[in-house]
Each structure stands twice: as structure tokens, then as C-alpha cells.
């Protein structure tokens, strides 16, 4: 049988069958590189799906008031599924749960494998916001903004930047670093992009303005 351009079709067929098979002789590398691709996103998907089902019964064991049971299951999820959605949330609800009862070392050492971007799952910005409040609690100023600068640098939403920005500047003008909170505070009210905090902005280098008056 020809084709409109004078081809005979079942041979051509025939041909492209077997120029498929000897491709795959060739090369089965190929072909084993994919059949372990479709395995890692598999496996990826199982894990993902565990994790959720992990933090689900978490929530539930706290939405019950066993604060216990739940921080067993939240740590089982943080400490098994690094690198998911799942398991960066589960980091950050312990955390909490140790922060609310004043144990800031154990939590921030819940929070500590999950701040890189690949361990996070999408979260990193919010972990380093919430290690930098542990930190706070703890009197360690210069960690605490560093922590929220590096929760500024993770986000790319300038809404969320501005606000991390404007933990650090709380923590220094807390602290009593006049210079540095001032820097920082100009640089958000000058920041188009800054709008959410420009209120505060003002509010703080006003305070920062009186201080420096009673001072002379």
C-alpha cells in the first residue's frame, strides 16, 4: 500500500519499529534511566502523601487537647519526611509547642535541619521567622535579625519581605541598637514595595527621633 507521497506504508512501518528496537539495544541505559525516574516520582508521591496523612492525625490530636500524642506525631513527621510540605509544617507547629512552654533550645533544634530550601518544602522563609523569635526569647539579639533578614531573603513576595524586615527592626530597637533599627526602619518606609509596614515605619523613627532629642 503507497502513501500520497508514493511511500509503501507497511514497510515504512515495519522500518520505524525496527530502527525503535535497535535504538533501545543501543542504548539501554535510556531506558533504565527512565523506568528509575518513574520510580523516584513515585516514591516521591508516596512520601508526600504519608506526610500529609502524618500531620493530619497530628492536628487531630491537638484539636482533641493531647498535646502529647500530637507532639509524638509532629515530631515522627518532621524527623521522617525532610524535604516536604508536610514535614516543614510539622517542624514549625513542635517548635511552637516547645516555645509556649519556654523550651527554646528544643525548639529551635526542631527547626535547625529544615533551613535550607531544599529541606523546607517551600517553607523557608516562615522557618527562619520562627527560629528568629525563638532567639528572641532567648536575649540573642544579633542571631534573632539574622534570622529574620534570612527569612527576607528567602521569600520573594515583597509583602512578607517587609514584614520579616520589620521583626529585625523591632529586635534592634529593642535591643537598644538606635542606628541600626533606624537604618533599617528608613530603608522600609522608602520602600514602595514596603507598604504593609510604612505606618509602623513612621511610628518607630518617631520614637527613635524623641529618644535621640531627650538624650541631648
Known amino acids: 500500500h503507497l502513501g500520497d507521497g508514493g511511500i509503501h506504508l507497511a514497510g515504512h512501518d515495519r522500518g520505524t519499529r525496527l530502527h525503535r528496537r535497535e535504538a533501545d539495544l543501543v542504548d539501554p541505559r535510556a531506558r533504565a534511566h527512565r523506568h528509575q525516574a518513574q520510580i523516584a516520582g513515585d516514591l516521591t508521591e508516596i512520601q508526600r502523601q504519608n506526610a500529609e496523612r502524618g500531620l493530619n492525625q497530628a492536628k487531630q490530636s491537638l484539636a482533641s487537647g493531647n498535646a502529647a500524642l500530637a507532639a509524638t506525631d509532629l515530631q515522627r513527621v518532621a524527623t521522617r519526611y525532610e524535604g516536604t510540605a508536610a514535614g516543614a509544617q510539622a517542624a514549625m507547629l513542635l517548635a511552637q509547642q516547645h516555645f ?16 535550607t530550601a531544599s529541606a523546607s518544602g517551600g517553607s523557608l522563609g516562615a522557618i527562619w521567622s520562627l527560629t528568629g523569635d525563638g532567639l528572641l526569647s532567648q536575649a540573642k539579639v544579633d542571631e534573632a535579625v539574622a534570622a529574620f533578614r534570612n527569612a527576607a531573603e528567602a521569600t520573594t513576595y515583597p509583602g512578607e519581605k517587609a514584614l520579616h ?3 529585625a527592626a523591632r529586635a534592634l530597637q529593642m535591643a537598644g541598637k538606635d542606628a541600626e533599627a533606624k537604618e533599617l526602619w528608613e530603608r522600609l518606609r522608602n520602600d514602595p514595595e514596603a507598604s504593609l509596614v510604612h505606618s509602623e515605619a513612621d511610628i518607630r523613627l518617631g520614637e527613635l527621633s524623641s529618644q535621640t532629642a531627650n538624650k541631648t
Open 165 to 167: 524586615l520589620s521583626k
Open 100 to 115: 509556649d512552654q519556654d523550651k527554646f533550645d528544643e525548639g529551635l533544634s526542631v527547626l535547625q535541619p529544615y533551613q
